[in-house]
């Protein structure tokens, strides 16, 4: 069974930066992608950011272009997702996910199978 393992977030002042890391726990990531999701108290699950792991081509949310950025270490098996001027309302839980097939829609949570344990991301204001 896959297992994906979190670290990082925690609590930041706007306008600073936080890394996210994902390791997958026994084996390689998926040939298709990763993603970066996050669910703030209340609300669904939203898309953040993906990566191809095989091409390393990145896509991302609107509303985090340029200030987010995703990318992976193959030695290392791992995903990363740097967050710089992090805004208040950016507060949530994050969680990294593997894709599950290709071709698919991958801003939406149904295209992801295994899911990290998530992490806490907190924005003071």
């Known amino acids: 069974q896959v297992q994906l393992v979190q670290s990082g977030g925690g609590l930041v002042q706007a306008g600073g930066s936080l890394r996210l890391s994902c390791a997958a726990a026994?084996?390689?990531?998926?040939?298709?992608?990763m993603g970066w999701f996050r669910q703030a108290p209340g609300k669904e699950r939203d898309f953040v950011a993906r990566?191809?792991?095989?091409?390393?081509?990145?896509y991302y949310a609107d509303s985090v272009k340029g200030r987010f950025t995703i990318w992976r270490d193959n030695a290392k098996n791992t995903v990363y997702l740097q967050m710089n001027s992090l805004k208040p309302e950016e507060t949530a839980v994050y969680y990294c996910?593997?894709?599950?097939?290709?071709?698919?829609?991958?801003?939406?949570?149904?295209?992801?199978?295994?899911w990290g344990q998530g992490t806490q991301v907190t924005v003071s204001s």
């Open positions: 990566i191809n792991w095989s091409l390393g081509s990145t």
């Open positions: 996910a593997e894709e599950s097939r290709a071709g698919g829609d991958y801003r939406t949570t149904r295209e992801y199978d295994y």
């Open positions: 026994g084996r390689t990531f998926s040939r298709y992608g």
